[in-house]
C-alpha cells in the first residue's frame, strides 16, 4: 500500500535515444583552436612540425610526379591539416595519411588517380629507375587499402566539407590587377605553395592570402613595395580582408622561412639574414600599429599561466609538454566538447556506443537543432512535495501507542 | 609454349584491340611475357599492320606507344629499337601515301608526339615523318574513313578506286566500320579527357605552371569580389563561432 501510493510521485528518468552528436564543418580555423586541438590530441610541436612539413613535401613531390595541377595541391593539403588535427600522429603514418589527402584530393579536383597509381609515384620517386615499379605491382597492394580507409577519415575530418579554394589563382588575379611585374608574382605564386605548409590556409581567405604572399615577395625582391601596401595599392576593404589578417599570415610564411628555411621553395634561395630582417620590420609595423597582434581571433584565457602563442616554434623555451598542462588552463576541447574532437578522434568505437555523428555544414542550422532538441534531452529535476508524515501516521498507531505516553510524558517534561 | 603458337595469340590480340587501355595493356604485357622472342613478336605486329582494316591499324598505332611504354618501364629496350628501325613502315602502313587512311594521320601525329616526348623517338625524326604525312591526309582521292567525298569517285567510275583496292589490298569501309570507328575515337577521347588537366612540370619548380596560370587568368570580375565578400563572411561566422565555443570553454 505504501509503495503504491508513493510510486506515481517518483521522477521517473525517460531515456531515449541518444540524440546524435552534430559536427559542424569549419571552413576556417584559428590559430588558437589549432593550437589547442592539437594540444588537446597530445601532438608534440617539434613532431608536429615534422610530420606537417615533409607531408606537404610529400603531396607536393607526388604531385608533381602525377602532373597534377596546383589547385590539386591546395585541396589536398587542405585536407592534410585538418586530417592531422583530430588524429594524433602517432596512430597513422604521414606518408599514408599524405597519400589519403592526395587520393581524396583527386576525386574532388576531378584530376582522377587510383591510391595505386599515387603510391606507385611515391616509390618511384624513392628508387633508382632500375628498381621502378608499375601501378598494378602487388607491393601496393596493403598500403593501398590503408589509403583507402584513410581517405574515409579524411572526409570525416574535415566534416565532409567540399568548399575549396585556389589561392593561386586570386593571387595571380590580384597580382595582375596591382601592376605586379611577373618575376614578383611568380615569386608570390611560390611563396604561396610554401604558405601551404604553415596552417596559415587554414586560417585566411584568399585574399588575405594572396596581398601577403604578394608583399613578402616585394619586400624579398626590393621592388614594387607601393604597389601592394600603401595608399596606392588595391584596397584591403574592397578586398574584403584587413591588415591584421595580412600581418599574420606574412609572419607565419617568415616564421616558416626562418625556422625551416631548408624545407621550402623559396627559402634555400635567400639569406636567412633577410627573412629575419623583414620579420623584424612587421613586428615593428605591429607594435607600432598597435590596434593588431600576432594572431587574429585569439581570445585572452580568464587566467593565463605564461603558456603563450608561440607552441608552433619548437625553439621557443616554453612550450606545452602535456595535455594536462592546457586542461588546468581549461583549454581542452577534448574535455569539452565531443564534437570536436572526442567523437571523431576515438575513431568509430566509442562513437558508435555514445550515438551517431551526423556532419552539417551550415553552423547556424546545426545550432538551431541543438536548441530544439536539447529541451526535450534537458533532465528536470522538479521537486516534488512528497507526504510521507501520512503514511506514517497510518502505521504509527500501535506503535505509538506502546510508547506514546512515553514520549508524551518526555515532551511535556520537556516543554516544561 | 610453342613459338608458332605464341605468334598466333599474339596476332588474335593485336587483331582484337580496341580502344581501351585493358587491351593494349593486355597485348604489350603478352609481348613482354615472351620476350625472348622479340623480334618474331614484332615482326607480328608489322604484318597486321599491314593487312588489318584501317580501323584496327589505328589501334595497332595506339598500341604501339603502350609497348614501348611498358617495354621501357621493365627495361627491354629491344621493343622500342625495333620499333625505332621500322617506324617508317609503320607510319607508312597506318597512313599510307595513296591517302586511303586519312582518318588515320591525326591518330599517327598523336602516338608520334607522345612517343617523342617519353624519348623514343628523336624529334628530327618526327619532324621528318611529319613532312610526309602533310600531303596524306588531303588527298582528294581518299578512300576511307576521311570525306564522303570519294563516294562520288567511286560512283563515277574512275580508276582511282580500283587502284586504290589493289595497292592497299584493302577493302572498302563498309558502315559498321566506320560506326565503330566513331565508337572507337569517342571512347579515346573520352580518356584524353581523364588526363587533360595533366600539367608538364619543369625541373626547376613550378615554372611551367605558373606561366600557364599567368597566361590563362582571367582578370578580375564582380563575382570575383562577390566571392572574397562571401568568404570573408564565412570566416567572420567561424570567428563567431569560435568566441562562443571559447568563452563556453572559460565559464566552467
Known amino acids: 500500500m505504501a509503495p503504491a501510493a508513493t510510486a506515481p510521485s517518483e521522477p521517473v528518468p525517460v531515456q531515449g535515444p541518444h540524440p546524435s552528436y552534430i559536427q559542424v564543418a569549419k571552413p576556417h580555423l584559428f590559430h588558437q583552436q589549432i593550437q589547442g586541438q592539437l594540444v588537446a590530441i597530445g601532438t608534440n610541436p617539434t613532431r608536429e612540425d615534422g610530420f606537417r612539413l615533409q607531408g606537404v613535401q610529400w603531396i607536393n613531390d607526388v604531385r608533381i610526379a602525377l602532373q597534377l595541377p596546383v589547385r590539386t595541391f591546395s585541396t589536398a593539403v587542405n585536407y592534410y591539416h585538418k586530417f592531422r588535427l583530430v588524429h594524433k600522429d602517432s596512430e597513422y603514418l604521414y606518408q599514408d595519411a599524405a597519400a589519403a589527402a592526395l587520393l581524396t584530393a583527386c576525386k574532388i579536383e576531378d584530376t582522377l588517380k587510383k591510391s595505386r597509381e599515387i603510391l606507385c609515384a611515391a616509390h618511384n620517386l624513392r628508387v633508382s629507375a632500375s628498381e621502378h615499379l608499375s601501378p598494378d605491382d602487388s607491393a601496393f597492394e596493403g598500403p593501398s587499402k590503408i589509403v583507402i580507409g584513410l581517405e574515409r577519415l579524411m572526409l570525416e575530418a574535415s566534416g565532409f566539407d567540399f568548399r575549396v579554394r585556389y589561392p593561386h589563382k586570386h593571387l595571380i588575379k590580384l597580382a595582375k590587377h596591382a601592376g605586379i611585374e611577373k618575376d614578383v608574382a611568380k615569386l608570390a605564386y611560390n611563396i604561396m605553395l610554401d604558405l601551404y605548409r604553415t596552417f596559415a590556409p587554414l586560417k585566411q581567405t584568399c585574399a588575405a592570402m594572396s596581398f601577403a604572399c604578394i608583399e613578402v615577395a616585394t619586400l624579398i625582391l626590393e621592388k614594387q613595395q607601393d604597389a601592394i601596401y600603401g595608399p596606392a595599392s588595391p584596397s584591403y576593404q574592397k578586398w574584403c580582408t584587413t591588415r591584421a589578417e595580412v600581418m599574420e599570415t606574412m609572419l607565419d610564411i617568415l616564421d616558416l622561412y626562418t625556422h625551416f628555411q631548408k624545407s621550402s621553395i623559396v627559402g634555400p634561395s635567400h639569406d636567412i639574414q633577410k627573412f629575419i630582417q623583414l620579420k623584424i620590420k612587421l613586428n615593428q609595423e605591429m607594435v607600432d600599429g598597435g590596434s593588431f597582434t600576432r594572431y587574429t581571433e585569439e581570445h585572452e584565457a580568464p587566467k593565463t599561466n605564461g603558456l603563450k602563442s608561440n607552441i608552433k616554434t619548437p625553439k621557443t623555451p616554453i612550450t606545452p609538454a602535456s595535455p594536462s598542462d592546457t586542461r588546468i588552463n581549461g583549454a581542452s576541447p577534448a574535455t569539452l566538447s565531443p564534437r570536436s574532437s572526442g567523437s571523431s578522434r576515438r575513431g568509430i568505437g566509442a562513437r558508435g556506443q555514445d550515438g551517431t555523428v551526423r556532419f552539417m555544414l551550415d553552423a547556424e542550422k546545426a545550432k538551431e537543432e541543438k536548441e530544439i532538441v536539447a529541451e526535450y534531452f534537458k533532465v528536470e529535476y522538479e521537486d516534488y512535495e512528497v507526504e510521507v508524515e501520512e503514511p506514517i501516521r497510518h502505521e504509527r498507531p500501535p506503535h505509538s501507542q506502546r510508547n506514546g505516553r512515553d514520549d508524551r510524558f518526555h515532551n511535556k517534561r520537556l516543554r516544561r | ?252
Open chain 2, 1 to 252: 609454349m610453342d613459338p608458332f603458337e605464341v605468334r598466333i595469340r599474339f596476332t588474335q590480340h593485336l587483331q582484337h584491340l580496341n580502344a581501351s587501355v585493358t587491351s593494349a595493356n593486355k597485348a604489350a604485357q603478352y609481348a613482354l611475357k615472351y620476350r625472348d622472342m622479340d623480334e618474331d613478336l614484332h615482326n607480328c605486329i608489322l604484318e597486321q599492320l599491314e593487312r588489318n582494316s584501317m580501323n584496327n591499324r589505328a589501334n595497332i598505332m595506339y598500341f604501339i606507344e603502350h609497348l614501348c611504354d611498358m617495354a621501357a618501364r621493365e627495361n627491354h629496350q629491344d621493343y622500342v629499337r625495333m620499333m625505332q628501325r621500322d617506324i617508317l613502315r609503320v607510319v607508312d602502313a597506318v597512313a599510307p601515301e595513296d591517302g586511303s587512311g586519312a582518318a588515320n594521320v591525326k591518330v599517327v601525329r598523336k602516338v608520334l608526339q607522345g612517343l617523342q616526348q617519353k624519348t623514343f623517338l628523336l624529334a628530327q625524326t618526327v619532324a621528318e615523318i611529319e613532312e610526309c604525312l602533310k600531303e596524306r591526309d588531303t588527298l582528294p582521292d581518299a578512300i576511307g574513313l576521311s570525306s564522303p567525298l570519294q563516294q562520288d569517285v567511286e560512283m563515277g567510275g574512275t580508276k582511282d578506286g580500283k587502284g586504290d583496292r589493289k595497292t592497299n589490298g584493302f577493302q572498302r569501309l563498309d558502315k559498321k566500320q566506320i560506326e565503330q570507328r566513331i565508337e572507337e575515337d569517342r571512347e579515346r577521347h573520352k580518356r584524353l579527357r581523364e588526363n587533360i588537366w595533366a600539367v608538364q612540370h619543369g625541373t626547376g619548380g613550378d615554372d611551367a605552371e605558373f606561366e600557364k596560370l599567368w597566361e590563362e587568368t582571367s582578370d578580375l570580375g564582380e563575382d570575383d569580389f562577390t566571392l572574397y565578400e562571401e568568404e570573408a563572411q564565412e570566416r567572420k561566422e567561424c570567428a563567431q563561432e569560435w568566441r562562443e565555443e571559447y568563452a563556453a570553454k572559460h565559464k566552467e
